[in-house]
């Protein structure tokens, strides 16, 4: 059970600052140290727009990471790096992304760097005069979506060979990040959602289930289920059914769907989830640059209500937010504080 009802929580990611964007891109100007105050200035700015917001649970924004799991594979040994992707030109698509070639043993010595993430927003995390904070909140991907941009070979034959190799990587993170005294961890598998709908969803609760059993009861512990968001584009079938009843039985305490985008499809599948876990549903589209009002975000909180109890929901945007200009993030995420407020005050709660 969540600490209040009707939290408001995020998934991960914030849209970079223009100037980290541009320091980004002129990297081989930068020192080791200018480097470091960069991240950590990313992080202060991230943070301040979530504290602003009032947000019950924040992240680092994920500033340090190029994408959301893109930069993980800087940590793997036993891969060579595509230094180009194979398209670079015309509409946004997945192919714009480069794929890795696997030279040898799949291993990360140095862990996936998610540790040293949480211990920075710790350290920069704001507290009031009682010592008190925003709830703080990692995010890992799970090795199944991290499997999808390595090209399998005579040692890991397909997907599902790379997968079981990476497991073990990032279990081990998992576990440092719980010594490291990280009481929330989402692990992202936006691959398992998007592609449920053609292999055997059993097969993924199997794969869910043995990568976080180390840390089950040890932390509040959460998975995102999206479709997808490459430049605010979807890249899986749309559709909750494939996925349920078998992802009911994650080992976890919280699942999030996507639903503002869909225009709140398959609301119903919340109470289903809700009967044996909590449930954190996306309100607010992060694919679309109208900004909610703190009046729709209320009308969108009542609704779900009709289908689970209010200890049984929290409420964040449909996906990451590092899509998004940081302009329309601020005003969002403020207004989905707000409109959640309207409710609980009618609630009393």
């Given at each position: 059970?969540?600490?209040?009802?009707?939290?408001?929580?995020?998934?991960?990611?914030?849209?970079?600052?223009?100037?980290?964007?541009?320091?980004?891109?002129?990297?081989?100007?930068?020192?080791?140290?200018?480097?470091?105050?960069?991240?950590?200035?990313?992080?202060?700015?991230?943070?301040?727009?979530?504290?602003?917001?009032?947000?019950?649970?924040?992240?680092?924004?994920?500033?340090?990471?190029?994408?959301?799991?893109?930069?993980?594979?800087?940590?793997?040994?036993?891969?060579?790096?595509?230094?180009?992707?194979?398209?670079?030109?015309?509409?946004?698509?997945?192919?714009?992304?480069?794929?890795?070639?696997?030279?040898?043993?799949?291993?990360?010595?140095?862990?996936?760097?998610?540790?040293?993430?949480?211990?920075?927003?710790?350290?920069?995390?704001?507290?009031?005069?009682?010592?008190?904070?925003?709830?703080?909140?990692?995010?890992?991907?799970?090795?199944?979506?991290?499997?999808?941009?390595?090209?399998?070979?005579?040692?890991?034959?397909?997907?599902?060979?790379?997968?079981?190799?990476?497991?073990?990587i990032v279990r081990t993170e998992l576990e440092a990040l719980v010594t490291a005294g990280c009481t929330e961890i989402t692990v992202d598998e936006p691959s398992m959602s998007c592609?449920?709908?053609?292999?055997?969803?059993?097969?993924?609760?199997?794969?869910?289930?043995?990568?976080?059993?180390?840390?089950?009861?040890?932390?509040?512990?959460?998975?995102?289920?999206?479709?997808?968001?490459?430049?605010?584009?979807?890249?899986?079938?749309?559709?909750?059914?494939?996925?349920?009843?078998?992802?009911?039985?994650?080992?976890?305490?919280?699942?999030?769907?996507?639903?503002?985008?869909r225009e709140f499809a398959e609301i119903g599948i919340i109470r289903d989830i809700a009967e044996r876990r909590d449930v954190a549903v996306g309100i607010i589209d992060v694919k679309?640059?109208?900004?909610?009002?703190?009046?729709?975000?209320?009308?969108?909180?009542?609704?779900?209500?009709?289908?689970?109890?209010?200890?049984?929901?929290?409420?964040?945007?449909?996906?990451?937010?590092?899509?998004?200009?940081?302009?329309?993030?601020?005003?969002?995420?403020?207004?989905?504080?707000?409109?959640?407020?309207?409710?609980?005050?009618?609630?009393?709660?």
């Amino acid at each position: 059970m969540q600490e209040r009802p009707l939290r408001t929580t995020v998934i991960g990611s914030y849209p970079f600052p223009g100037w980290l964007e541009f320091a980004v891109s002129h990297l081989d100007e930068f020192g080791l140290a200018d480097r470091a105050e960069l991240q950590e200035d990313a992080v202060i700015a991230a943070v301040h727009d979530q504290v602003a917001a009032g947000l019950d649970v924040i992240s680092d924004g994920e500033q340090t990471r190029l994408d959301f799991n893109l930069s993980f594979y800087g940590f793997l040994e036993g891969i060579h790096l595509e230094s180009a992707p194979p398209r670079r030109f015309g509409p946004p698509a997945h192919d714009q992304r480069g794929k890795h070639q696997v030279t040898g043993e799949l291993r990360a010595p140095r862990g996936l760097g998610v540790v040293e993430e949480f211990q920075r927003l710790q350290r920069l995390a704001p507290r009031t005069a009682d010592g008190k904070s925003p709830t703080l909140k990692a995010s890992v991907p799970g090795p199944y979506t991290m499997s999808g941009r390595l090209l399998p070979n005579e040692q890991y034959v397909d997907r599902w060979a790379l997968t079981e190799a990476l497991l073990p990587i990032v279990r081990t993170e998992l576990e440092a990040l719980v010594t490291a005294g990280c009481t929330e961890i989402t692990v992202d598998e936006p691959s398992m959602s998007c592609y449920a709908h053609r292999e055997d969803p059993a097969r993924f609760v199997d794969i869910w289930n043995r990568t976080v059993q180390p840390i089950v009861g040890k932390c509040r512990l959460s998975t995102h289920l999206c479709f997808g968001n490459f430049k605010a584009r979807a890249v899986g079938l749309r559709h909750y059914a494939p996925m349920f009843p078998a992802f009911l039985d994650f080992d976890l305490d919280e699942i999030h769907v996507e639903m503002a985008s869909r225009e709140f499809a398959e609301i119903g599948i919340i109470r289903d989830i809700a009967e044996r876990r909590d449930v954190a549903v996306g309100i607010i589209d992060v694919k679309s640059y109208y900004i909610e009002t703190p009046q729709d975000v209320a009308e969108r909180v009542r609704l779900c209500l009709r289908h689970a109890p209010a200890e049984k929901l929290s409420f964040a945007p449909d996906c990451g937010l590092s899509q998004t200009a940081r302009w329309a993030a601020k005003q969002k995420l403020n207004n989905m504080v707000v409109g959640v407020q309207i409710v609980r005050d009618e609630l009393g709660v």
